[in-house]
Structures are given as structure tokens and as C-alpha cells.
């Protein structure tokens, strides 16, 4: 659920994680998820046809009108509700900016995204299927499903993104620094993804598996 602290702002849980306290009670899980799935067709797939401008920015009111409109039992909700989304959101997903929010990646239609290009890390990695793999080593990578390539900030979370639709993904290492001296300009999107135009095939590698030894096993999380 989403809650208030007065003394440090919006969390997701029972009490806030810094001073304990209940905090005030702002949506349900159930609320959460209405909104959440409404968004990503909104800022994600350009559904309801709002007005976005070419960074992939939306009134905040537009979009609170259209989940009001479709879902009854959510008449109170606001825009600070949207701000609450993205302040929490333990994976980036959304930007605000004065009255407008965006989706920072996951788009499948068409944007002009500005992102930061500072402090790409040397080396990124891709999820694929077994299937696949070889025609993406030899062919390079393009967006297929979205409008960009995605790529992952690391091996786990590469993982974790293929394994929403594949059951054992193959990690492919892309290496940003030859992509970059060619030209490809790689944006950072959110915490842990990145995003490009295409990956040709030189700078594509089926990735080493990280060397576990030592480490403790650890439950293995759910991707949303």
C-alpha cells in the first residue's frame, strides 16, 4: 500500500522505514495497481490519445481524469497520488516534471527521449532466448516488441528481465564503449536500464556467468 510520512514523505508498506511511524493512508495495493496499469498504456503505449509531447510527457490531470473516468470507485484521486507512484517506484519507471510525468522506458511508440548519456558503464547486457541468440550475434540487436533496445545494468537484472517471458534466458554483453566510439548513442532510462537505438553485432558477446562461489543463496525475487 502507499502511505504519508509527515516528516519523510511517501512509502510503500505498513510504516515508514525511517522513523517507524504509520503515516497516513494513501492507496491500496488493489488502487496501486489500477493506477500503475493505467499509466503504462498511457505513457508506455500512447492509449486514451492524450496529449504527450515528443519527450513522452503527460499532464498528470489528463491522466487522473481518465483513470476517474474508467474506474468509479477512484473519484479521489489526484495528481499527488502520480507523484507518490513515482517517488516510490523501486525501479524508475516514471519522471515527473512540473505538472507533466513520463514513462522512462518501455515505450512502444515512437519518442524523441533526451536522456543522460554521462557514466555509461563499459560493458551492458541483453536477455534472449536460446533460440535467438545466434541470429543476434551475427545480425546485431533491434528493438522488436518496443521502440529501443533495452538493456540491463547488470547480469542479475538482465535475468531478471528475460525471465518475464523466457524461462532460461541467455545474458548477451554488450560492450558501450565500441558502440559509442561508432556513434550509438546509449541513454541511462532508470536505475537499472538503458536504452539505444540497435547493438551492431561486434560489440555483442554471449556474457560469462558471474562466479557465485562463496556468495549466500538468497530467495529469488518476483518481476513485475
Not at 509527515?6 to 496501486?32: A, N, Q, T, V
Request: with cysteine; net charge negative; glycine share 6%.
Amino acid at each position: 500500500m502507499m502511505r504519508e510520512c509527515e516528516d519523510h514523505g511517501y512509502f510503500r508498506d505498513e510504516h515508514c522505514p525511517i522513523c517507524g511511524e504509520e503515516g497516513k493512508f494513501l492507496m491500496s495495493d488493489y488502487e496501486l495497481e489500477k493506477l500503475g496499469r493505467t499509466m503504462a498504456a498511457i505513457l508506455r503505449h500512447g492509449k486514451f490519445d492524450l496529449e504527450m509531447d515528443e519527450q513522452g510527457f503527460v499532464d498528470m490531470r489528463d491522466i487522473v481524469a481518465v483513470v476517474k473516468s474508467n474506474n468509479p470507485r477512484m473519484k479521489w484521486l489526484r495528481t499527488h497520488h502520480m507523484e507518490a507512484m513515482a517517488e516510490t517506484d523501486p525501479k524508475g519507471r516514471y519522471q515527473i516534471s512540473g505538472a507533466d510525468v513520463r514513462a522512462t522506458y518501455g515505450h512502444t511508440i515512437e519518442l524523441s527521449l533526451r536522456l543522460p548519456v554521462d557514466n555509461i558503464p563499459e560493458t551492458l547486457y541483453y536477455p534472449t532466448a536460446e533460440e535467438e541468440r545466434d541470429a543476434i550475434l551475427e545480425d546485431g540487436l533491434f528493438p522488436s516488441d518496443r521502440a529501443m533496445v533495452h538493456l540491463s545494468l547488470s547480469y542479475e537484472d538482465a535475468v531478471k528481465a528475460g525471465s518475464a517471458r523466457i524461462d532460461d534466458p541467455v545474458i548477451l554483453a554488450i560492450d558501450t564503449v565500441g558502440c559509442i566510439d561508432a556513434g550509438i548513442e546509449i541513454g541511462r532510462a532508470a536505475k537499472t536500464v538503458y536504452l539505444c537505438d540497435q547493438v551492431p553485432s561486434e560489440f555483442l558477446s554471449v556474457a560469462d556467468v558471474p562466479d557465485r562461489e562463496g556468495e549466500e543463496e538468497s530467495p529469488e525475487e518476483e518481476e513485475e
